[in-house]
């Protein structure tokens, strides 16, 4: 193995290679270490923002939720709470009210969604560590408070302490009814991150009852689930044994796309830069058919001293996977260094050319993550290799195939 290895080198480094092979040598090197660091850097940025919509996004929302069919809302809910509290992939189920409502100040209108939950409930701890201790307090205090969205705030130019009016649609006979109206002190601000901000609100769970005519106490009931991605399956086993008439729903269906994006771009991003590695590894074969052709003597006067077709097979099969072996070594690395380092990287071009990339307004981050998972170097690294070392095969072939005879005597 050793000869082979040694045979190997020494026709990679030979001086009768010509300029053009060493260069696309050069270039089939460059090619696979490139598609190498980019893959490996690329799908740690795609596992970043998973672990943020994990560990951010996620944390906040519900992961699913039961809302009554019937307008008087969730039937004995307390007991309902009580009974699928046994469920052990839950994490806490909480009862809620929903209203689409209008927030008035002045002149300024904005539209925004209230959820009502009861404050001293435990699933109330994913909201408490957006705010200060300060304002949960003032929030839990009073019934009378609500705590908006940072876009919401900002819209209407609120501050903690401000009065709001909120408007909510009555229904009854007359469909021009005046909606009602409701006066609550803004006891703080959420910042979640994205769209949310900016049309999101928290009141109190007998509040929001009271306002929206729910005689149960709850419109519906949120869940929270130790694995999110769990839900939709736990949510549809829970809603069809639920003794009552209800709607189902899970993130998937209201922030799913999300986490769609982020799959369809991984899988994207293998496809694309898998292609890229391939032609960077035909370059491989392109370079050892010039070596064969150029080292005909060589093959012949070894083989005329007893190497067998076997044994020139394996010798420009190493030539050919040390191109490969580099590539995949060195990009492998210049990705790990650059996952690991690609956050503060983009921050540092972001003051430099003082533009943000990701604006905290729109996505529900604004920074580039990224999470390097060793599992995604190892396929990159075996993709590479395993791509290098088939392109070897005809060249090598070829090469095992050359007639001593016929290259001394021509």
């Known amino acids: 193995m050793k000869l082979l290895w040694q045979l190997a080198w020494r026709f990679r480094r030979s001086k009768r290679q010509?300029?053009?092979?060493?260069?696309?040598?050069?270039?089939?090197?460059?090619?696979?270490?490139?598609?190498?660091?980019?893959?490996?850097?690329?799908?740690?940025?795609?596992n970043g923002f998973e672990r943020e919509l994990k560990d951010r996004l996620l944390a906040v929302l519900p992961h699913g939720d039961l809302m009554a069919v019937a307008p008087s809302g969730i039937e004995y809910w307390p007991e309902q709470v009580e009974r699928l509290q046994a469920i052990r992939e839950l994490d806490y189920v909480v009862p809620i009210t929903r209203m689409t409502a209008m927030l008035q100040k002045g002149r300024e209108m904005k539209a925004v969604e209230?959820?009502?939950?009861?404050?001293?409930?435990?699933?109330?701890?994913?909201?408490?560590?957006?705010?200060?201790?300060?304002?949960?307090?003032?929030?839990?205090?009073?019934?009378?408070?609500?705590?908006?969205?940072?876009?919401?705030?900002?819209?209407?130019?609120?501050?903690?302490?401000?009065?709001?009016?909120?408007?909510?649609?009555?229904?009854?006979?007359?469909?021009?009814?005046?909606?009602?109206?409701?006066?609550?002190?803004?006891?703080?601000?959420?910042?979640?991150?994205?769209?949310?901000?900016?049309?999101m609100g928290l009141v109190h769970l007998s509040l929001a009852a009271e306002?929206?005519?729910?005689?149960?106490?709850a419109q519906g009931l949120e869940f929270g689930f130790a694995d999110p991605y769990q839900a939709p399956r736990l949510m549809r086993r829970i809603g069809f044994d639920f003794p009552q008439h209800v709607y189902i729903s899970d993130w998937t269906r209201t922030h799913g796309h999300l986490y769609q994006d982020i799959q369809l771009v991984r899988m994207v991003v293998y496809l694309a830069l898998t292609l890229l590695i391939a032609v960077a590894c035909f370059n491989i074969v392109?370079?050892?058919?010039?070596?064969?052709?150029?080292?005909?003597?060589?093959?012949?006067?070894?083989?005329?001293?007893?190497?067998?077709?076997?044994?020139?097979?394996?010798?420009?099969?190493?030539?050919?996977?040390?191109?490969?072996?580099?590539?995949?070594?060195?990009?492998?690395?210049?990705?790990?260094?650059?996952?690991?380092?690609?956050?503060?990287?983009?921050?540092?071009?972001?003051?430099?050319?003082?533009?943000?990339?990701?604006?905290?307004?729109?996505?529900f981050i604004d920074f580039l993550p990224s999470q390097l998972k060793w599992d995604d170097v190892g396929i990159t690294m075996f993709i590479a290799l395993a791509l290098s070392t088939i392109a070897t095969l005809y060249p090598a072939i070829k090469a095992a195939r050359v007639a001593p005879a016929k290259v001394l005597t021509g």
């Open 286 to 363: 392109s370079t050892l058919v010039m070596a064969v052709n150029e080292k005909r003597g060589e093959i012949a006067m070894l083989k005329t001293m007893g190497a067998s077709h076997g044994m020139i097979i394996k010798v420009f099969m190493l030539q050919g996977l040390l191109n490969g072996l580099i590539g995949t070594l060195v990009g492998s690395a210049v990705g790990v260094l650059l996952a690991l380092n690609i956050s503060d990287l983009v921050l540092w071009l972001e003051n430099l050319i003082q533009v943000r990339l990701l604006s905290g307004d729109i996505y």
């Open 211 to 217: 306002t929206a005519g729910i005689d149960s106490g």
């Open 114 to 199: 209230l959820t009502g939950l009861d404050p001293s409930l435990g699933g109330s701890h994913r909201y408490r560590q957006l705010l200060d201790e300060s304002q949960w307090q003032r929030f839990k205090g009073h019934p009378d408070r609500v705590l908006l969205g940072e876009g919401v705030m900002d819209e209407l130019k609120l501050n903690p302490g401000d009065k709001v009016q909120v408007l909510l649609p009555r229904l009854g006979e007359d469909k021009f009814s005046a909606p009602k109206s409701v006066w609550l002190t803004v006891a703080g601000s959420l910042h979640i991150g994205g769209e949310l901000d900016n049309h």
């Open 18 to 46: 010509s300029g053009f092979t060493s260069f696309i040598s050069a270039s089939s090197t460059l090619g696979i270490g490139l598609g190498c660091a980019v893959m490996i850097l690329m799908l740690s940025v795609m």
